[in-house]
């Protein structure tokens, strides 16, 4: 893998290529090399976090794009709300936040369009909260690339009264549909606050789920503080168990299912795979394995990480006491036998960790990076007293060692931790919060945003980044390269797969069209679908 420096260079001539096609009026093209250009970005550290330069070429590629006739005033309503995401899991942050945001907004009128959903199977917790069926939009089932996309996108959300984008940090889309000049108000939602992305010209709003992410934005994304907001996401909160006999004994049930003793202290965590892989001399495993020669009865179980390698080595190591379970659709018979919870290391997962507490479990997060790397932890607004966060080692051991010496500690912390998050995330509060963030976009200046100064770093934050990138398998300009060549010409398209054939990103399945891929998909499951 490149470093840093010659990740910039490689970024910076993709982002001038992107002007020089917009400059020729080859508008598909430039927005093509676009999106190659921020793929490239987010999974490979280029000192940038947002660059002025691609939002100005975005700024000329959102110009070209015709506005919409405007609609003919309707009799006063509901709230028109449209939520755009580049793609939905089953799992997932941002996936679970739209669900509960609609959810928790029932006096709103909610539309979610998807610009490449792909192959993946929309989830049904998205379905089941829209009123219409068709209030789910899936762009990628129609022919055309990306302008067309946004146009189609633009004409979607011209009636609305505000448009929320949970969009990936390379989907230009979105930022090519909003911002301009009648369009409704965007609230950009910072939810990878850690990564690179665009879209900052296009965004009202910045609605930052943490002071870390806030930070970040205005020291190196070029946003302007008067435009970040920081606010609580929305989350689906853990009902209460039973107490009582009931409750011990469906704890000790739910022990025995994961072979688990009745009496080991249990800690629990949960997040994708790669936020565990180590880039330094620390490590998840390696910071419980010292804590495990103290305490001979304490167990830890992860969800996300697949029972191989580094965590079947673990396991063998410990006779079972580090145990990695793989992804689960729903965490919450795990949390259910824990006595604490760990959040991932050395990349956060503040969802996952949000969920965590709201069961009642006091929570760990290891703080092992330098200050200015925060944004790498985990904060959330109204946690700052109730999270332990450890900066070494020793101290790592020693706050599970007092969680795990006394249980009226823990059962003190994990409860006024539950507290704190459903006074912050509860339905109320999140309408509160929600109507906070539809007035400030609808305050917000009409029209593109000129793009702040986003200067390129080189420090610990972005090593760090650059080095946890290098770990996730999606890293390259072939990776790159792989995820937009189904938006090129067929002859382009011919071209770029035979100039990285040998890529392990690049298969025959980027030779077929983005919206043909997505059609043969859904063909394959209508023929599964028994009759």
């Excluded at 996936?95 to 029932?106: F, Y």
């Excluded at 009636?159 to 950009?188: R, T």
């Excluded at 909160?237 to 080991?264: D, K």
């Excluded at 965590?311 to 379970?325: D, E, K, P, S």
Aim: glycine share 10%; hydrophobic share 45%.
């Amino acid at each position: 893998m490149q470093g840093i420096n010659a990740n910039r260079e490689t970024f910076e001539r993709l982002v001038e290529t992107a002007g020089l096609l917009a400059a020729a009026g080859l508008w598909e093209r430039a927005a093509v090399q676009a999106q190659l250009a921020a793929r490239f970005a987010w999974t490979d550290h280029t000192g940038y976090f947002g660059h002025q330069g691609l939002e100005e070429v975005l700024a000329r590629l959102r110009s070209s794009i015709a506005h919409p006739r405007p609609a003919a005033p309707g009799k006063p309503g509901r709230r028109r709300v449209v939520h755009v995401a580049t793609q939905l899991y089953g799992t997932g942050g941002h996936t679970q936040s739209i669900a509960h945001w609609i959810n928790q907004d029932p006096d709103s009128h909610h539309r979610v369009v998807v610009t490449r959903q792909g192959s993946t199977e929309c989830p049904a917790k998205i379905v089941a909260c829209l009123a219409d069926p068709r209030d789910l939009v899936l762009l990628d089932r129609r022919p055309g690339g990306l302008m067309k996309r946004a146009t189609a996108l633009r004409r979607i959300v011209a009636p609305a009264d505000v448009v929320i984008v949970h969009a990936h940090p390379h989907d230009v889309v979105p930022s090519l549909a909003l911002g301009g000049h009648g369009a409704p108000p965007a609230v950009y939602v910072n939810h990878a606050d850690h990564v690179f992305w665009q879209g900052t010209s296009a965004a009202a709003l910045v609605l930052c789920l943490r002071a870390s992410g806030r930070d970040l934005a205005i020291r190196r994304r070029g946003v302007d503080a008067g435009r970040c907001v920081v606010a609580n996401r929305p989350l689906e909160l853990a009902p209460a168990g039973p107490g009582g006999p009931a409750g011990e004994s469906q704890r000790s049930a739910a022990r025995t299912g994961w072979g688990i003793p009745e009496t080991a202290f249990v800690v629990v965590s949960a997040a994708a795979g790669s936020k565990y892989d180590p880039v330094g001399p620390d490590s998840l495993i390696g910071l419980f394995r010292s804590f495990l020669l103290r305490r001979p009865d304490a167990h830890l179980l992860v969800a996300g990480p697949s029972p191989a390698g580094a965590w079947a080595a673990a396991a063998a190591a410990t006779g079972g006491r580090i145990r990695a379970v793989g992804r689960l659709a729903n965490i919450s018979p795990l949390l259910s036998i824990a006595d604490a919870y760990v959040d991932s290391f050395p990349f956060a997962s503040l969802t996952s960790l949000l969920e965590a507490g709201a069961h009642g479990l006091p929570l760990v997060t290891f703080r092992g990076h330098p200050d200015e790397c925060a944004v790498l932890g985990s904060d959330s607004p109204g946690l700052e007293d109730l999270l332990l966060a450890p900066s070494t080692p020793a101290g790592f051991v020693s706050a599970l060692a007092e969680l795990a010496d006394s249980e009226s500690a823990r059962t003190a912390r994990g409860s006024a931790t539950r507290r704190a998050i459903v006074e912050g995330h509860s339905p109320s509060a999140w309408r509160e919060t929600a109507e906070r963030v539809y007035t400030e976009a609808a305050l917000a200046p009409p029209g593109p945003v000129a793009p702040g100064p986003t200067p390129w770093g080189d420090g610990p934050v972005d090593r760090l980044v650059g080095l946890v990138q290098q770990e996730t398998g999606f890293a390259g300009l072939d990776a790159a390269w792989a995820d937009i060549t189904p938006f090129l010409g067929a002859a382009q398209r011919i071209r770029q797969w035979a100039a990285w054939r040998k890529s392990p990103h690049m298969g025959l399945a980027q030779l077929v069209p983005d919206h043909g891929r997505a059609w043969v998909s859904d063909a394959r499951r209508r023929l599964s679908q028994p009759s």
